[in-house]
Antibody, heavy 119, light 107 residues
Framework: EVQLVQSGGEVRKSGESLKISCKGS????????IGWVRQMPGKGLEWMGT????????TYSPSFQGQVTISADKSVSTAYLQWNSLKASDTAVYYC????????????WGQGTLVTVSS | DIQMTQSPSTLSASVGDRVTITCRAS??????LAWYQQKPGKAPKLLIY???SLESGVPSRFSGSGSGTEFTLTIISLQPDDIATYFC?????????FGGGTKVEIK
C-alpha cells in the first residue's frame, strides 16, 4: 500500500526555523516526484513546489521561491519542507503529495502537518 | 499564472440529486485538469484526472468532462458520504494552480 506519512504538528514563534518531513513507503520513492501544498485556515490549496528524490531536482512556485526549501533524502525515503525564519502568515496545514508518473497531478497525499506560528 | 475559477462556492442538494460543479480556466489547458475531494480535517483525494478519467477505486457516480477552458464535475446521485469540498487543479503549465473550492452540503 502506498503511504505518505508526515511528521506531527508544530508550534513555533515568528523568526524560528522549522523542518517538516514526509516519508514514503509502498512504492519506489526515487521514481516519483513529491510535491508540497499549503492550505491556510479555511482556504484553498496552493502548490509550493515539487522535488524528484532520485536526483533532488526541484521546482518552486514563484510565490514560494526563496521563502522555503524543499529537499529529500532518498536513503530514508523522506522529503522535507524547511523554513529559516517563520512568519505568522506561515500558519497553515502543509501536505506532501506524490505526483503521478508523467503528469503534474497528485495521486497520493500525506495526512497533513499543521504548523502554527505565533507572533 | 493560469487562474482557476470554480462555481458555485457552496452547493446544497438532497440525497439522490444530480450535482454539477463548474471549473473555468483563464486560458486554455486542453484536458490537463484534475478534481479532488477533501473531507473536513482530511487530506485531498484524487477523483478525476485528464478531465474525465476516473481514478481507480472512485465510485462511478463521479464523472468529469470538458476541455479548453470549461470543465464540470458531476455526481450522478449525491450520497451522504459525498459531503466534502471539491477542488479542481490545472496541470497544463506551472505554477500548478487550484480552484477556490466548492463545498457540497446535504439539504
Amino acid at each position: 500500500e502506498v503511504q505518505l506519512v508526515q511528521s506531527g504538528g508544530e508550534v513555533r514563534k515568528s523568526g524560528e526555523s522549522l523542518k517538516i518531513s514526509c516519508k514514503g513507503s509502498g512504492y519506489t520513492f526515487t521514481n516519483y516526484w513529491i510535491g508540497w501544498v499549503r492550505q491556510m485556515p479555511g482556504k484553498g490549496l496552493e502548490w509550493m513546489g515539487t522535488i524528484y528524490p532520485g536526483d533532488s531536482d526541484t521546482t518552486y512556485s514563484p510565490s514560494f521561491q526563496g521563502q522555503v526549501t524543499i529537499s529529500a533524502d532518498k536513503s530514508v525515503s523522506t522529503a522535507y519542507l524547511q523554513w529559516n525564519s517563520l512568519k505568522a502568515s506561515d500558519t497553515a496545514v502543509y501536505y506532501c503529495a506524490r505526483r503521478a508518473t508523467s503528469y503534474e497531478y497528485f495521486d497520493q497525499w500525506g495526512q497533513g502537518t499543521l504548523v502554527t506560528v505565533s507572533s | 499564472d493560469i487562474q482557476m475559477t470554480q462555481s458555485p462556492s457552496t452547493l446544497s442538494a438532497s440525497v439522490g440529486d444530480r450535482v454539477t460543479i463548474t471549473c473555468r480556466a483563464s486560458q486554455t489547458i486542453s484536458s490537463w485538469l484534475a478534481w479532488y475531494q477533501q473531507k473536513p480535517g482530511k487530506a485531498p483525494k484524487l477523483l478525476i484526472y485528464k478531465s474525465s478519467s476516473l481514478e481507480s477505486g472512485v465510485p462511478s457516480r463521479f464523472s468529469g468532462s470538458g476541455s479548453g477552458t470549461e470543465f464540470t464535475l458531476t455526481i450522478i446521485s449525491l450520497q451522504p458520504d459525498d459531503i466534502a469540498t471539491y477542488f479542481c487543479q490545472q496541470y497544463s503549465s506551472r505554477p500548478l494552480t487550484f480552484g477556490g473550492g466548492t463545498k457540497v452540503e446535504i439539504k
